[in-house]
């Protein structure tokens, strides 16, 4: 990992790290964001204590995890998918924008793909800030922000049959003349 | 706007259920230079008469950024189509 580790003690080793970001390591991530998507189960509350340092006062996190319906009809799994190089660079901009519209120190953002189950963790967000406010703000801005832009879809499984999740468009830019 | 003899090659990805209506992850293909990417997906919805409803509930990206359908194809490109997104 390329984390900066000055005065911080570690409640895991380079081992979980590993197996967390597995092969997202060294993807350009800056030393102070962690940003990947994953295969195997999130490790909620080691990301939650990664974004913390001295300076902050408060850590707000987002789980998001498996319903056990949709519309009414009893869910068996889901099955994410993603562009997988746009869906990190669209995640990075997210922790870039709120970095610039609010007081926050770190970001964690991880989103789980493949097949998951009922109550399994899909994206966790965690966001550290001096300040509450700030870490609040953030942290709904990045998950709102990340359902609306980030490249990954999301199929649901049911007894009798699969739908894709109906999703949102994300915004595009106006006409571009020429290919530049 | 001229349209030039010369072709780019570009790469194509589709996602989502858009992937499993034509069974197309990623192809490879040549495209006259100058193609826009509404025309390249007009080529797709040719060949696939089924993806041709999809084209006003889904965007395009363009290496990997998303793109107008206006854009113009070069030489080396990423294309994908991509459904509305459901992350999260």
């Not at chain 2, 194809?73 to 459901?86: H, K, M, T």
Request: proline residues 4%; glycine residues 8%.
């Amino acid at each position: 990992m390329i984390w900066k580790s000055e005065n911080r003690k570690w409640k895991f080793g380079k081992k979980a790290w590993k197996s967390l970001f597995a092969k997202k390591l060294g993807l350009g991530m800056s030393d102070e964001d962690k940003i990947a998507l994953v295969r195997e189960p999130i490790a909620n509350a080691a990301l939650a204590e990664c974004v913390r340092a001295g300076k902050d006062g408060a850590t707000v996190t987002f789980d998001g995890h498996v319903r056990n319906e949709s519309h009414g009809r009893a869910t068996s799994y889901l099955e994410y998918e993603a562009y997988e190089a746009m869906a990190i660079a669209k995640m990075k901009e997210i922790a870039a924008q709120i970095h610039e519209k609010f007081a926050i120190d770190r970001v964690a953002m991880v989103h789980r793909l493949g097949r998951l189950d009922i109550g399994e963790t899909s994206v966790f967000i965690a966001v550290s800030a001096p300040h509450r406010g700030a870490a609040f703000d953030a942290c709904r801005y990045a998950i709102d922000t990340l359902k609306k832009t980030v490249p990954i879809w999301k199929k649901e499984f049911f007894a009798d049959g699969a739908v894709w999740a109906e999703g949102e468009l994300p915004p595009t830019p106006p006409s571009a003349k020429s290919a530049s | 706007m001229v349209q030039t003899a010369a072709n780019v090659r570009v790469k194509v990805l589709f996602f989502g259920r858009l992937r499993e209506l034509i069974g197309i992850a990623e192809e490879s293909g040549e495209l006259p230079e100058g193609t826009t990417l509404a025309q390249v997906f007009e080529r797709y919805a040719e060949r696939f008469p089924k993806l041709g409803g999809f084209r006003g509930s889904m965007v395009v990206s363009r290496n990997q950024e998303f793109a107008a359908w206006e854009t113009r194809v070069a030489a080396g490109d990423e294309i994908a189509f991509l459904p509305p997104v459901s992350g999260g």
